[in-house]
């Protein structure tokens, strides 16, 4: 049985089916009773008779790509984490609005197709959506000789999930002495990989910089972490306290706080409230990157950030099971972020 | 303002805030009041409370790429067509399930941001949004140098739909005896290109071939046609006589035609009914194609195959608002496609 929407275009069809053959079980590993099979369909069916039950449902979508820490991926060989960096990533980003993950669909091309490269992206995909018990429903795998260049390749997805109306995040409440909780991110995530390549450009990925104790390798593809299981209880409660989310991807502190933000305040972040991971140090001193700079190009640690009111900061740390970190403050200002 | 989740990530920050500045009206002119627009919001937002008045609404999604096309749009330096290319295929290929479209997000990556380019990728997408009533909630645009070729790009789109569980198709009444009904295409549609480019390879896109007589730049990046259209209102009747569509994209009439049918027929095409398309023969010409290969790769001028009683022939074909051909046959057989 060929998976619900799952489909392989280029020239070698031999490549396309066995590629399709070692992905089987690990797509189909995703599903719920939701999945509506259809034996080689043109689209993935979801039931979604679930969202009658709701008060008021509406769907959030996001469709992103890993950026080029593909290119790592490619020189290093390994192929799963950044099939679990674009879930997460996609996850993390409908989790901001407060919605929770229904399915995925992903996007796989380069220039020639290698079923084994293909069948571990879909592993590590695949891996990702189980853990949101959230159904990969359909993706397209494309050869495309010329367009991307030998030995390369993309990946994007797109992450489809629910919520009630009236739990839409940011909160219109957002103001002045509000808190900004930290939570850990697990590397640089997808973002500053340009940045990232330059400054480590000649050196093996197997090299060991004392520091960080692991491969380079191992430390760049750390696979984008999702939020999801920290602040999913959290959020469905409707007793919630978080007024906003804000993940940190490309743009780091000084372009994702101020997505949330209204516009008569600024975000004061203290960057002493919590140890920077030694590899931002690294890219910091190898790169001499200006500390704006990096604030603005990586997450430097912090991943997630979760604006709540001062009163409710410690009923919220103790309903995240792992430690947070407060950030930083809402003043009365201007939509910036000031470093402090 | 930002549309909705309309991101642009790379190197070149002007150049992607210039993209976005070009891209915003188009993107904005596909929104209906479903739509709820957060500025700069981390994922699209779409008000679904409308599939609560639903019996079983089922979600219907696909993604997909235009394949090596976009080297013809590339070379061409015609970026629109790719745009509606994207959008119609999606369409097209959840109708084959029953659904209509709700809203659509793309993905856009190239070696190099040029903001002019992307602008016109995002016009096409947004016009072919528009015909079809779908909102483009959402999108990511990425520079990548190096996984990229230079001066190439790639894009990729998710649509997602919704319909009824009982009118999901195909229906699972086909049988022996039915009707195969084709409705033209409007060129090769999204497939074969790496074939077309192979057998047009060293020729100037300029070329004006006689019995196409228009240049081949027109005849290859004739936008694939939607279907929606022509059918929705008979696939949205609940006495619609249509048991099953095949979008006879890769894999032509001998892969895409199986797909709905059950393993005890065989669809016996008669290649005589209908004029195939100039492009098509030159291609088989120039090319050497053998006959079979030119079914399995191209749509040959049937973009969508439509399967129906024989007695409801006549009024399936009043019902579409434009000449259809009966083109086969269903026959008591073994899953394949027999041409004659």
Redesign the interface.
């Known amino acids: 049985m060929t998976p619900s929407?799952y489909?392989v275009?280029?020239?070698d069809i031999d490549a396309g089916n066995r590629a399709i053959q070692l992905m089987q079980a690990a797509v189909k590993s995703t599903y719920g009773p939701e999945v509506?099979g259809?034996i080689?369909?043109?689209?993935?069916?979801?039931?979604?008779?679930a969202?009658?039950l709701?008060k008021?449902?509406?769907?959030?979508?996001?469709?992103?790509?890993v950026?080029?820490k593909?290119?790592i991926a490619a020189q290093a060989r390994r192929y799963r984490s950044v099939g679990q960096d674009i879930v997460n990533h996609c996850i993390?980003?409908?989790l901001?609005?407060g919605?929770r993950p229904?399915?995925f669909?992903?996007?796989f091309?380069t220039s020639k197709l290698d079923p084994q490269i293909v069948a571990e992206v879909v592993t590590g995909i695949s891996q990702a959506c189980r853990e949101a018990a959230c159904a990969l429903?359909?993706?397209?795998t494309?050869e495309?000789?010329?367009?991307?260049?030998q030995g390369?390749?993309?990946i994007?997805g797109?992450?489809?999930?629910?919520l009630e109306?009236e739990s839409?995040l940011p909160r219109p409440d957002i103001c002045s002495g509000d808190v900004l909780l930290g939570i850990r991110s697990s590397g640089p995530h997808t973002n500053g990989y340009?940045l990232i390549r330059r400054i480590f450009e000649g050196l093996s990925l197997e090299t060991i910089f004392p520091e960080l104790g692991i491969s380079l390798a191992d430390a760049l593809l750390a696979p984008h972490r999702s939020y999801l299981q920290v602040l999913q209880s959290t959020i469905s409660d409707m007793q919630s306290p978080i007024k906003a989310l804000a993940?940190l991807t490309?743009g780091g502190f000084l372009e994702n706080i101020p997505?949330v933000l209204p516009g008569t305040v600024d975000a004061v972040i203290d960057t002493k409230a919590w140890t920077i991971p030694a590899l931002f140090k690294l890219i910091q001193e190898r790169g001499e990157v200006a500390r704006d700079e990096m604030y603005r190009v990586f997450n430097m640690g912090i991943g997630m950030v979760v604006i709540v009111d001062k009163q409710d900061v410690g009923r919220l740390q103790k309903a995240i099971p792992e430690p947070t970190f407060i950030i930083g403050k809402l003043v009365e200002g201007k939509h910036k972020v000031i470093l402090e």
Chains 1, 2 share one sequence.
């Not at 008021?56 to 790509?65: E, I, K, Q, R, Y």
């Open positions: 929407d489909a275009s280029g020239v509506l259809g080689g369909s043109f689209g993935g069916l979801y039931d979604a008779s969202l009658k709701m008021s449902p509406v769907l959030v979508a996001s469709t992103d790509g950026g080029t593909v290119k993390n980003d409908i901001v609005q919605a229904l399915f669909l992903d996007y091309a429903i359909g993706g397209e494309a495309m000789p010329g367009v991307y260049a390369e390749f993309d994007a797109t992450m489809i999930g629910v109306r839409i340009s993940h490309g997505r």
